[in-house]
C-alpha cells in the first residue's frame, strides 16, 4: 500500500519592498528611524504629529557610498543612539582609523570615555562625527578609501560642530555634574578638529577654556592609571606643544612640580605608563624654565640669572635620575613590551635624550658649539626609530618626533645635520598636535638658505658645506598669522 504524502503546507509570502529610488535626503530624526519624511518646512509632520522632536535637516550630506566601492566593510556595535548613515560612516571611521592611531602612547580616554559618552551625550556624538569627518576630509592615507569629495566631508564637519556647541550652549546653565566632563571632552574634539582646520585661534581658545575647566576641577596626581589623570596629562602636552606659536594657561603650575623629591628613591618603573608619568614632569618643568627665560631682555636676564639657575639645576638633577631609571626600565622590561608599547618606548628615549639640549643651553646664550655630539646622537636616534616602525599614522595629538627633529634642524651648530634633520621631517609629513612637520621642515630650510647665502631652497638643503652656525640657537616657530590658513571655517559659531 502506498504511503499516502504528507500534506503541503503553504508558506508565507515574502513580504517584497515597493520598487523606487531611495531616498536620501529628510531631517534627521526620520532618517535615524529609516522611515519616509515628509520633507515639511522647519519641522516635518511625521515627527510633530507623534510628539517628537524634529532635529531638523542637514545642509550637507556625505557623498554616496557606492556598493562595488574598494573599502573595509565596518561593522559598529549596537548602538544605544540612533544614527543617521552619514554618522553611522563617520563613527566607524572614528573607531577605526582615529583612536588606534591618534596617540603614540596607550590611553584610556577614548575607548573608556570618549566611545562610551558618545552614546549617552549628544553633544560629545556631534563632537567625534565631526572630527572624523574633517580627519577624514584631511586624511591622505585614506585608509578605509570612502569615496565622496573633501570638501563635502569638511562642510559636513563643520555643521556638526556646530551642532555639537549648540547642545552644549543649551547646557550651560545646567546644574548637571556631568557638563564639566561633557564639556572637557568636547573641547578635546573641538581642538583637534580645529588644527585640522588650521583655524588655530580657535583651537587655543578651546584649549584656554580645557584648562580653565582642569584647573576648577583639579589635577589629579594620585592615580596615574585613572582616565582623568590620562586626560589631564592630554591637555598638559597639548600646552607644551602650543606654547612656542601661542601663549597658553599653564596646567601645572612650578608649585605642584615636586622637584625636591629625588627619582631615585622611587620604586622602578615598572610599567611604561609610569615611565611616562614622571618624564611629563620634568618635561614641564623644563618647557617653564625654557618658556620663562625666552624672551628675556639682557638686563632682565642677568638680573634674574641666579634664581634661573637654580631652577635648572634642580630640573637637570631629576632629569639625571630620571634617565638612570629609565635606562633601567628600557634594559630589563624591553623585551616583554607588545610591538605598539616598543614603539612608545623608544619614543620616550628619544624625548629624553632631546630633554637636556634646551634644557642646558637656555642659560647660555652664546657657544653652543660643545653640544654638536649630543645633536647627532639624537638624530641617530630619530633615524633609528624611523627606520624600525616603517608604518606611521599621519595625525597624532601628543609628541613624538618633530620637536627632537626640530631642535636638530634648528639648533645644531652642524649644517650637515640640520640638513638630515629637515630631510627627515620632510619624508613623513604628518602633524603632532599643532605642529606639522611640513612647515616646521619650511621654516628650518628658510633659515638654512638664508644663512648660507643661498637664493635656491633645493640648494640650500643639497649644499656640500660642512659648517657650524654663528649665532645661538632660537625657538623659530611660524607666526599666528602664517597659520592661519582661510579654509572657510565658520568663524562666527565659535566666538
Given amino acids: ?258 622637584l625636591d623629591q629625588p627619582l631615585a628613591n622611587l620604586p622602578p618603573f615598572q610599567t611604561l605608563q609610569e615611565a611616562r608619568s614622571a618624564f611629563n614632569v620634568a618635561n614641564t618643568a623644563m618647557f617653564h624654565l625654557v618658556t620663562d627665560i625666552t624672551g628675556l631682555s639682557n638686563e632682565a636676564f642677568a638680573m634674574n640669572y641666579a634664581s634661573l639657575c637654580r631652577r635648572q639645576t634642580s630640573i637637570c638633577s631629576y632629569t639625571d635620575q630620571f634617565e638612570a631609571q629609565f635606562r633601567y626600565f628600557y634594559k630589563t622590561k624591553y623585551s616583554q613590551l607588545s610591538p605598539r608599547a616598543q614603539r612608545s618606548a623608544e619614543l620616550l628615549r628619544i624625548a629624553q635624550a632631546s630633554l637636556p639640549l634646551p634644557l642646558i643651553a637656555c642659560l647660555q646664550r652664546q657657544n653652543i658649539h660643545s653640544y654638536t655630539k649630543d645633536f647627532k646622537d639624537l638624530l641617530s636616534l630619530i633615524e633609528t626609530f624611523l627606520s624600525k616602525f616603517p608604518e606611521r599614522p599621519t595625525v597624532v595629538i601628543d609628541s613624538g618626533v618633530i620637536t627632537p627633529l626640530f631642535a636638530v634642524a634648528f639648533g645644531s651648530p652642524s649644517y650637515d645635520d640640520r640638513r638630515q634633520a629637515i630631510k627627515l621631517l620632510q619624508a613623513w609629513p604628518h602633524r603632532e598636535g599643532p605642529l606639522q612637520s611640513t612647515t616646521i621642515a619650511q621654516l628650518a630650510l628658510d633659515r638654512l638658505r638664508v644663512q648660507q647665502g643661498l637664493t635656491d631652497t633645493n640648494a640650500a638643503i643639497d649644499h656640500p658645506v660642512t659648517a657650524v652656525v654663528r649665532s645661538s640657537p632660537h625657538r623659530i616657530f611660524a607666526t599666528r598669522k602664517e597659520h592661519q590658513q582661510a579654509t572657510g571655517c565658520c568663524r562666527g559659531m565659535f566666538k
Avoid at 510628539?51 to 549596537?78: M, N, Q, S, T, W
Avoid at 583612536?99 to 559618552?117: H, K, Y
Avoid at 551625550?121 to 576630509?137: G, K, N
Fill in 1 to 258: 500500500m502506498a504511503t499516502p504524502a504528507a500534506p503541503v503546507v503553504p508558506t508565507a509570502l515574502k513580504r517584497r519592498r515597493g520598487g523606487g529610488t531611495k531616498v536620501r535626503t529628510g531631517c534627521r530624526t526620520c532618517r535615524a528611524r529609516h522611515i519616509k519624511c515628509d520633507e515639511a518646512p522647519e519641522a516635518c509632520k511625521n515627527c510633530t504629529s507623534t510628539g517628537r522632536k524634529c532635529d531638523g535637516y542637514d545642509l550637507y550630506r556625505l557623498p554616496i557610498r557606492h556598493k562595488d566601492a574598494p573599502g573595509l566593510r565596518l561593522e559598529l556595535p549596537p548602538m544605544r543612539r540612533k544614527m543617521t548613515s552619514d554618522e553611522s560612516r563617520c563613527f566607524s571611521y572614528f573607531q577605526h582609523c582615529i583612536v588606534p592611531f591618534i596617540e603614540f602612547f596607550d590611553s584610556p580616554v577614548w575607548e573608556m570615555l570618549v566611545l562610551q559618552m558618545s552614546e549617552s551625550e549628544r553633544a560629545v556624538h556631534h563632537a567625534v562625527v565631526a572630527l572624523s569627518a574633517i580627519h577624514r576630509a584631511i586624511d591622505s592615507t585614506d585608509q578605509l578609501r570612502l569615496t565622496g569629495d573633501n570638501e563635502t566631508w569638511r562642510r559636513f564637519g563643520i555643521e556638526q560642530l556646530g551642532r555639537s556647541y549648540a547642545v552644549l550652549s543649551r547646557r550651560h546653565v545646567s546644574n548637571d555634574p556631568q557638563l564639566g566632563m561633557v564639556t572637557l571632552l568636547c573641547c578635546l574634539m573641538f581642538i583637534l578638529s580645529e588644527f585640522l582646520l588650521n583655524q588655530y585661534d580657535f583651537a587655543f581658545a578651546h584649549l584656554e577654556n580645557g584648562i580653565r575647566i582642569l584647573k576648577n576641577y583639579g589635577y589629579p596626581q594620585s592615580d596615574i592609571h585613572s582616565v582623568q589623570h590620562s586626560l589631564a596629562t592630554m591637555f598638559n602636552q597639548l600646552e607644551i606643544m602650543s606654547t612656542p606659536v601661542y601663549a597658553t594657561r599653564r596646567v601645572l603650575d612650578e608649585d605642584d612640580l615636586d
